[in-house]
């Protein structure tokens, strides 16, 4: 008998279990859609306030970094978007995809997931393995900037999908039993909540040191890419406070600033 697909975020059921910070989130979900960041970036241009999220099950033109597809179905991940208005200019957002990791790894700790790490300068890892990627999206308006930050975290993990970094991770290989995905949602927005509203008020720096905690090769000898091609190597000592990664090298300290690096192990 095939399985049940799971019914659609209720924000309703949702409030209850945000407690006190219910009235920051704004809450809708979709069976199906483009892409929950591209719908967002739509509504946020209609004027959609901040703390807007928006759920979509099945996405059929989702992404990660670099243009890949980010395969989802509401049985095997948890796909969705995050809307977030900052004052200020561009400069002020860097090292924001790292801010949210450390969100995620301590929602996912709070769940009992152990051994939850963060590689630069987007993805959660399980055990070595991908658990789940964080994209931002940023657009300026009049009194600042606009974030659409998309997660997607693999509840099972997907099949078939090429040219990863690193393998892929499933949380249910993490847990006796898969969290109620009301639960799992609000335990995400719970803990995102502090950490934009200290990185709205100090950018990066104020949780640099919580991404260093959690950073899976820290001390490590790494290669870091572009397009394909080593750019350079040496041992990585985390990110900047800036949110830049710090990359050893014979010839000194370097930081790498830009998006499209991939970083692997040696």
């Known amino acids: 008998m095939p399985a049940m697909t799971p019914a659609l975020i209720d924000p309703v059921r949702l409030k209850p279990l945000l407690g006190a910070l219910a009235p920051r989130f704004d809450v809708d979900a979709l069976a199906e859609g483009s892409s929950s960041s591209d719908l967002l970036l739509e509504r946020a241009a209609r004027g959609a306030g901040s703390g807007s999220v928006l759920v979509v099950d099945r996405q059929t033109a989702g992404r990660g970094r670099r243009g890949r597809q980010w395969q989802s179905s509401p049985a095997g991940s948890l ?13 002020r957002l860097a090292g924001l995809s790292l ?8 929602a996912l700790s709070s769940l009992g997931v152990a051994g939850v790490r963060l590689k630069w300068p987007n993805d959660v890892l399980l055990d070595g393995r991908k658990l789940a990627g964080i994209l931002v999206e940023l657009s300026s308006e009049r009194r600042g900037m606009v974030a659409v930050i998309g997660i997607g975290l693999n509840l099972s993990p997907p099949a078939n999908v090429p040219d990863l970094d690193v393998p892929a991770a499933g949380l249910a290989g993490a847990l006796p039993t898969l969290p109620e995905r009301h639960l799992l949602l609000a335990t995400i927005l719970a803990e995102l909540a502090p950490v934009l509203d200290a990185f709205s008020a ?3 720096a104020a949780l640099r040191d919580a991404w260093q905690a959690l950073h899976a090769w820290q001390g490590e000898p790494v290669a870091v890419l572009r397009d394909g091609r080593v750019e350079m190597s040496g041992i990585c000592r985390g990110a900047d406070a800036d949110g830049a990664l710090l990359v050893e090298t014979a010839a000194g300290l370097e930081r790498c600033l830009s998006g499209d690096l991939s970083l692997r192990t040696r």
């Open 79 to 91: 796909t969705f978007s995050v809307l977030w208005r900052f004052d200020g200019g561009v400069e």
């Open 99 to 106: 801010a949210v990791g450390v969100a995620l790894a301590r």
């Open 202 to 204: 100090e950018g990066f």
